[in-house]
């Protein structure tokens, strides 16, 4: 999945992304999976943990102001999309209710 994402990423953004160290994926399901041994899954309290790491590891490896300029015309041109959608369209129904805070839709 790691390589799919990869090539895709470096498809739409013209330079090549490095690979995940060896047994990442599974390091790092495991230390997931580990957060309640006794329960196979997820908890609700497992997912809250989840985003507490998922929040840290975003805030220490935050992308760059130059990555941000390569993706800007990409994510503009999708906003340009959703706001022509016709306003009875699904796909404008469910930009404008992520645009006014409801990242779930619902």
Same mark, same amino acid.
């Given at each position: 999945m790691d390589k799919i994402i990869?090539? @895709?990423?470096?498809?739409?953004?013209g330079e090549?992304?490095?690979? &995940?160290?060896?047994n990442f994926e599974k390091k790092w399901y495991n230390s997931i999976d580990k957060l309640s041994p006794d329960v196979k899954g997820?908890?609700?309290?497992?997912?809250? @943990?989840h985003s507490r790491l998922m929040h840290a590891?975003?805030?220490? &490896?935050?992308?760059s102001v130059e990555e941000i300029k390569k993706a800007y015309p990409s994510y503009m041109a999708d906003v340009?999309?959703?706001r022509d959608a016709p306003k009875e369209s699904k796909l404008r129904a469910e930009y404008e209710k992520r645009?006014?805070?409801d990242p779930d839709g619902d």
């Open positions: 990869r090539d @895709h990423m470096a498809k739409e953004m090549e992304f490095p690979e &995940y160290p060896k997820y908890t609700k309290e497992d997912a809250r @943990h590891t975003r805030n220490q &490896y935050r992308i340009k999309k959703f645009r006014n805070g």
